[in-house]
């Protein structure tokens, strides 16, 4: 139990730091996401849509944030390390695996947070919104599971593309746009009709800024489900994305060893 | 169950499927280790020697346990590899030469303290134990410095170090010198005698190509090429199987035809190549008196002699003696790939 907090902390650390080291995450983690939002946000003015769209692209530019750090810092990231060779000495000690993918996750998803909350919080000055929010405690919830069934997915990926090898990268480029679009980042999913949205809901983001909207606007009335609702559903999510992740680490490891394929680099 | 032994391996086999591209169905298997038997004693020194591809790092791989072996069993101190993993992580560490560790953003300490969590270390043993590696790489005034300010062969004795932290009972070293100075792989490899003399218990595998390397390091060698060990004992001994033949190495100007050499009587084993704008040629003889047979044969051909030395055997003269072929020679013709 120790060895597995050591390993998650372990692991945890370089993204940390990275956040402190990396000067660069301000221009591309926070000014370049804000020039998107307030991209939607003019055309949502001049469009005169209703106010409270602004709150909705700014939430929505917040969350982009973790959808890129999970395609780009997870799934792809087991690939990488297969390249740099830290795959075969984290298969190599005596630790939990899933604890490594775990250390991964949660460094990406604190170091992800400050850039989340530094588009939220300059977003809202410059666009002067006012957030009002209905349940504190359902809105931590809706965040936690969102998170928890995000960065299981995440992790998930990481085992899946190390099996597609060099293609992982254009994997990820082809699961980034339509994501932003499908997971409705910048409108209301339920724009987008019922089914559309149902298969949307499949990518934990979706439902968890669908939920957050509802409870930071409650003067909108464009929620897909009740809260509550996809609160069960997002729970129900984050078991099985984890559990399917960490079935899946077990087949990688498995996979790597049998073949002999996945430890060795360049293919 | 034979506790005796830190590394055991009965009738290893290792095969590769190799896989073509463009989806033609043939897929040729490639045996990598062919039937290795092998025991290493606890508190030995035990050198892997073999060409680019005879499997060494194969071994290494089935014996860390990061790839199954095809058949056969292995056990590292007495437990089996593929049957219980993570008890065999416990004990081991592994260092590959040309390969660096972490992240480039992360300082030298910070990068292998981070491995050190990975085998629970409190941070109190992991700090002592980094910095005495340190001091030991010659790396402590780079301590604090990132990663990715090193140069290629500081990041190698960085990974070098990170070997060593958990204080492993077997470690295993593939090709650790390689790409390093002369003098930091001196001081490399009298670290890495010192580390299993003074640690009752302790066992140490390197695999090297470098035939000085394991004559001065290893209590014993085994020989290895394609998939198979050829021999293996002490250094003393492997060169004492050679007592009594004469071992001469000749450089003459080039020549096409090396092949009449090895068949001229009293020539026990031959072989010949290439190298730098002349042509080497390495005997070794029953009876000192072939030689005047060989000077003529040598002069008949057109060719003529540039140097001609008699030297005490050595493992790469076992080498030649065991596979016909001199391991630069096999090196060349597989143009080493690895
Ligand atoms: N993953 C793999 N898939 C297919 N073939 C492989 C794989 N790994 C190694 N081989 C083949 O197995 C043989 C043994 O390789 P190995 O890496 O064990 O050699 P080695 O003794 O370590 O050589 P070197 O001195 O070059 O490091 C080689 O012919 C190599 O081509
Ligand atoms: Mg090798």
């Known amino acids: 139990m120790i060895l597995f907090l050591r390993t998650v902390l372990g692991r945890a650390y370089p993204r940390l730091i990275g956040i402190q080291r990396e000067k660069s995450w301000l221009i591309f983690g926070v000014f370049l996401p804000l020039l998107g939002v307030s991209a939607y946000v003019f ?12 709150g909705f692209v700014i939430l929505g530019g917040a969350m982009t944030a973790y959808w890129l750090n999970v395609l780009w810092s997870m799934a792809t990231q087991f690939y990488w390390e297969k390249e740099t060779g830290n795959l075969q000495l984290y298969l190599m000690a005596p630790t939990s695996r899933m604890a490594i993918l775990m250390g991964m996750a949660f460094g990406g998803l604190v170091s992800t947070s400050i850039r989340a909350a530094a588009i939220l919080i300059v977003g809202s000055l410059i666009f002067s919104v006012h957030f009002t929010v209905v349940s504190w405690w359902q809105l931590i919830l809706v965040f936690l599971f969102t998170m928890v069934a995000l960065y299981g997915l995440g992790m998930l990926f990481s085992s899946l593309f190390l099996l597609f090898g060099r293609e992982a990268w254009h994997l990820s480029s082809l699961l980034q746009e339509p994501i932003y679009f499908l997971s409705g980042f910048y409108f209301p999913i ?12 499949i990518v934990p983001i979706t439902l968890g800024l669908d939920a957050m909207r509802q409870l930071v606007m409650p003067s909108a009335k464009w929620g897909f489900l009740s809260v509550d609702e996809e609160l069960g559903i997002l729970l129900v999510m984050s078991i099985v994305f984890v559990f399917v992740a960490h079935r899946a680490l077990l087949y990688m490891e498995n996979l790597a060893r049998r073949e002999g394929r996945l430890t060795i680099r360049g293919q | 169950m034979s506790h005796s032994w830190a590394i055991e391996t009965e009738n290893l086999v290792r095969i590769y499927k190799v896989k073509h591209k463009r989806g033609d169905a043939e897929s040729a298997p490639f045996k990598a280790l062919d039937g290795v038997n092998s025991q290493v004693g606890t508190g030995e020194l035990f050198g892997l020697l073999g060409p ?14 990061l790839l199954l072996p095809t058949s056969g069993t292995a056990r590292v101190d007495g437990v089996d590899v593929a049957a219980n993993p993570q008890e065999v992580r416990r004990r081991i560490n592994m260092v590959s030469g040309g390969d660096t560790c972490g992240y480039g953003l992360l300082t030298v300490e910070e990068n292998l303290w981070m491995f050190t969590q990975f085998y629970g270390l409190d941070n109190k043993t992991a700090r002592e134990r980094i910095g005495k590696m340190l001091e030991i790489v010659g790396l402590q005034d780079k301590a604090k410095s990132k990663s990715y300010q090193l140069s290629t062969g500081q990041k190698q004795k960085m990974n070098f170090a990170r070997g060593f932290l958990n204080d492993p009972k077997i470690l295993f070293l593939d090709e650790p010198t390689l790409g390093l100075d002369v003098q930091t792989s001196r001081v490399l490899r009298k670290f890495v005698k010192q580390w299993v003399r003074e640690r009752p218990g302790r066992t140490l595998l390197l695999t090297t190509h470098y035939m000085a390397e394991a004559d001065e390091l290893c209590d014993r060698v085994a020989i290895i090429n394609q998939g198979k060990i050829l021999a293996c004992d002490t250094p003393a001994n492997l060169k004492k199987r050679l007592q009594g033949a004469s071992v001469f190495k000749l450089h003459v100007t ?11 009587p009293g020539v026990s084993n031959f072989s010949g190549h290439r ?3 002349h042509t080497e040629l390495n005997f070794i003889l029953d009876d000192e008196n072939t030689l005047v047979k060989i000077l003529s044969a040598v002069q008949q051909s057109g060719a003529h002699l540039i140097s001609l030395d008699k030297h005490e055997p050595t493992l790469e003269d076992v080498f030649i003696d065991l596979v ?4 630069s020679e096999i090196e060349e013709q597989t143009g080493s790939v690895s």
């Open chain 2, 275 to 277: 190298r730098n704008g």
């Open chain 2, 324 to 327: 016909g072929k001199s391991l």
């Open chain 2, 52 to 65: 680019n591809g005879a499997g060494k790092t194969t071994l290494i791989k089935i014996l860390t346990t």
């Open chain 2, 254 to 264: 080039p020549l096409e035809q090396t092949e009449l050499f090895s068949d001229l």
């Open chain 1, 190 to 201: 339920k724009s987008l009709g019922y089914w559309v949205s149902i298969g949307a809901s």
């Open chain 1, 43 to 54: 055309i949502y003015k001049a469009l005169k849509s209703p106010p409270e769209f602004v």
